[in-house]
């Protein structure tokens, strides 16, 4: 492209000519501001055709644009909601409802995929052989096989072939798995016994934040270490216990017990939840693992070893030298994994459990043609969890991150 | 005075090595240290290899032993094992979609087009590499969609509603990720731009199709995007999921670029700038060539889940492979339930495609990792 030139060629042909310097097009500032200009009007035409496309389709197709369907009677049944829904309920409702049950595998997917993913990750580094390619089996088959087809799988593949009702696997007789999904005992708190040990609960944990910043001021004071972990444990056990006694145990365990083709009582998880839970814990865990062992991996081995040499237990150094250095860079990484479980579990779709986008992007999209009030809304309601999580890991960050001197 | 003390030089000859002691080398020492090195890691190991020997005989006569290799319809799984007859029933609709068997051939030209430009990518010599594979990749898209569709080359025509199977699963990818490379590129440029309108764009762009699920995206592309042309311009349905996976894309990618653009040193800039150069003759002769190096491991990562993604296509009902094995598992004359087959040999596919992929990302980072080796 470029032929050799004596330094002097080059000079001469690369000084700006007087006129062509002081031209305005060639002001680095005028130029920058010609251009936005340019992609400005350009993305305004495109807004402005999109959008008129958009209302003359929408008035040849005859459907009324607007929030106002919202209040209209849904007129279908939602197979699994969180709070009380009929059929005569609102869309507005079901928009709730889809909510609702989106935030419930969203929250039990990031709590198992955190656990998996820590325990896969931390096994990576155990001296045990076999411990060691568990991990790496473990990380690599659930990483490589798109989600969708491990969501189907569990659903129709290993859920299906579960017994019927009738020969229910159980757990002594509290606990049944069954092809209709799982039941679980439930506990019925009576009267005003039951607040109270609920009250008392709320208290523990917020005494234990108070514990453990009392805890760390006496130690930068004055040196000496406090059992923080184990008096929290026992306090988050603990004084509900206490609180329980004192009031006479005012709690009633409910058993599920078979009746007909079906169970009274009881908790029961529908199958199109275990396969969803299941499934983004399993697919996220993976990928949670891999950050844990890469953050395990991004610290020094100097650091293990200046631990050592100071003569620090094997467990303190874990705790106290890896661990927080390790998380430097595992936060980051939880941050998009939370989020991409939030985003994955639409997937929902598949296997027609009722979240948010398929109870109101898909069915209720259907009934009403309101394509772009529905996706719209899902949308938003998808960028506010996903920036909540955001905001809450880098709070987090915040934490553990190094302080610049 | 001469000195008169002669002898023969001493060689030096070092006492031959003694062996390592039998505790530290050889397979039983090998199984001492990383199977059985403590009580709790004994019993830990015992546990698994008492679980694997009870799992592992029945998975294999599952799959091999006890299977059913041959027939050509479900009478033929006699035995308890595998119905893998299922699977070789239906393997030309898992790979080919509907797509008329007499015309297979430019389905399989089409892949061998891409893998061809892969790999001449790779083998080119470095001087005129990207210079040659940049072009080829560009146009390749619109060679296969030639070719697969056939009214431009005068072959005959195939209706997108016949494309399917794995192949499309592969091409729709690969083609969405080619036109979104430019894309993403300009995305990633605005984005660092000084030019504050155009990096607030970029930005909002960027954000907007990374923080949407997929899958959203597919409703609008399946749902809004009709509505989006004038009144009575039919968009074919192929064509709207693809226009959808390039703008998913393009927003990934230009992350990636961003964090390419960030790892090359500024005295590559200032170099750049002392020569002379324009701002696209820097950014396209001397910043990109790197951006694309120190990037790759990236686009692979990005492309890995880009081709898991492409299953999704599923639930706005485009024949890709899943939705052609949840059709053959509904089919009557198949109702024997032979889900697990399917699952296994469609996750098999994916993982041995996936897993290689992120082998070579892995090789590629380790190669240019020149500086941090140990």
């Known amino acids: ?405 | 005075m001469s000195n008169t003390f002669k002898s023969d030089p001493i060689e030096f000859k070092p006492t031959a090595a003694l062996p390592a002691p039998k505790s530290t080398v050889g397979p039983i020492a090998w199984v001492r240290e990383n199977l059985f090195p403590s009580i709790s890691n004994t019993l830990i190991t015992l546990f698994i290899v008492f679980i694997l020997i009870s799992l592992i005989p029945g998975v294999i006569d599952w799959m091999f032993i006890s299977a059913n290799w041959s027939g050509t319809n479900q009478e033929a799984c006699v035995s308890d094992g595998a119905c893998w007859v299922f699977v070789k029933a239906w393997s030309q609709q898992f790979f080919y979609g509907s797509y008329p068997t007499d015309q297979l051939w430019r389905v399989n030209l089409s892949l061998i087009l891409l893998f061809a430009v892969i790999i001449l990518s790779f083998t080119l010599p470095a001087s005129f590499r990207l210079r040659v594979s940049i072009p080829l990749f560009l146009v390749l898209p619109f060679v296969c969609i030639a070719i697969l569709d056939g009214r431009l080359v005068g072959l005959d025509f195939v209706n997108t509603d016949l494309w399917g199977g794995f192949s499309l699963n592969v091409l729709m990818a690969a083609a969405a990720i080619i036109v979104a490379f430019p894309f993403s590129f300009l995305w990633a440029l605005g984005r660092r731009s000084n030019m504050p309108l155009a990096r607030s764009i970029s930005v909002i762009f960027i954000e907007f199709f990374r923080g949407v699920p997929v899958l959203a995206l597919f409703f609008m592309g399946s749902v809004m995007l009709p509505l989006f042309f004038a009144e009575g311009t039919q968009v074919d349905k192929l064509v709207r999921v693809w226009i959808v996976l390039i703008f998913f894309m393009s927003g990934y990618m230009a992350e990636v670029f961003r964090g390419g653009f960030q790892a090359i040193p500024s005295g590559q800039y200032e170099a750049a700038d002392s020569v002379g150069l324009s701002y696209w003759q820097k950014t396209l002769l001397i910043i990109l060539p790197q951006v694309i190096k120190v990037s790759m491991p990236n686009i692979l990562a990005t492309f890995v889940m880009l081709f898991k993604n492409t299953v999704f296509l599923l639930i706005i009902g485009i024949p890709e492979v899943l939705q052609l094995l949840l059709t053959a598992l509904s089919n009557s004359n198949w109702l024997g339930g032979h889900a697990v087959e399917g699952y296994v040999f469609v996750g098999v596919i994916f993982w041995v495609c996936c897993f290689s992929m992120s082998l070579l990302s892995n090789k590629i980072e380790r190669d240019l990792d020149t500086d941090k080796r140990d």
């Not at chain 1, 310097?21 to 130029?31: C, D, L, S, V």
């Not at chain 1, 490589?144 to 002594?172: C, E, H, K, M, T």
């Not at chain 1, 939840?273 to 062992?293: D, H, K």
């Not at chain 1, 650091?303 to 094997?314: F, V």
């Open chain 1, 1 to 405: 492209m470029f032929k050799q030139k004596t330094t002097e060629q080059i000079k001469a042909a690369t000084r700006p000519t007087d006129t062509a310097a002081h031209a305005f097009y060639n002001n680095p500032k005028y130029r920058a501001l010609i251009y936005q200009i340019l992609l400005v009007t350009g993305l305004l035409y495109f807004f402005y055709t999109i959008i008129s496309n958009t209302l003359g389709n929408l008035e040849a197709a005859g459907i009324k644009s607007g929030f106002g369907f919202l209040s209209n009677a849904a007129g279908y049944d939602v197979l699994m909601s969180l709070i009380p829904f009929e059929s005569t309920n609102s869309y507005m409702r079901v928009f709730i409802v889809g909510f609702l049950n989106t935030i419930l595998v969203s929250a039990l997917g990031i709590f198992f995929a955190t656990i998996l993913g820590f325990i896969f990750g931390v096994m990576y580094f155990s001296k045990n052989w076999l411990i060691k390619k568990l991990s790496v089996i473990y990380v690599e088959t659930f990483r490589n096989i798109p989600l969708l087809l491990q969501i189907l799988f569990w659903y129709s593949a290993v859920l299906a072939s579960l017994p019927g009702v009738r020969d229910s696997l159980s757990l002594g007789e509290a606990v049944f798995l069954s092809i209709r999904g799982l039941v679980i005992p439930k506990l019925i708190g009576q009267g005003g016994g039951s607040t109270f040990v609920y009250i008392v609960l709320v208290l523990a944990i917020i005494g234990i934040f108070i514990l453990r910043s009392w805890a760390k001021k006496r130690q930068d004071a004055t040196g000496q270490q406090f059992p923080v972990f184990y008096t929290s444990i026992a306090m988050i056990l603990g004084l509900p216990f206490v609180a329980a006694l004192l009031t006479g145990f005012p709690f009633v365990i409910e058993y599920p017990v078979l009746k007909g083709f079906g169970f009274n009582g009881g908790i029961t998880v529908i199958p199109e939840l275990m396969a969803l839970t299941l499934s983004l814990s399993i697919y996220t865990g993976a990928f949670i693992a891999e950050a844990v062992r890469a953050g395990i991996q991004a610290v020094p081995h100097g650091q293990t070893e200046a631990a050592r040499s100071i003569g620090m237990k094997e467990k303190k150094i874990m705790s106290l030298i890896v661990v927080p250095q390790a998380m430097r860079v595992i936060v980051p990484l939880l941050n998009s994994e939370y989020q991409s479980l939030v985003k994955n579990s639409t997937l929902a779709a598949a296997i027609a459990y009722p979240d948010l986008f398929n109870v109101f992007v898909g069915t209720a999209l259907n009934q009403t043609g309101q394509a772009i009030e529905t996706i719209f809304m899902a949308i938003i309601v998808y960028f506010a969890v996903n920036m909540l999580i955001s905001f809450i890991m880098n709070r987090f960050n915040g934490n553990v991150e190094l302080v610049g001197r």
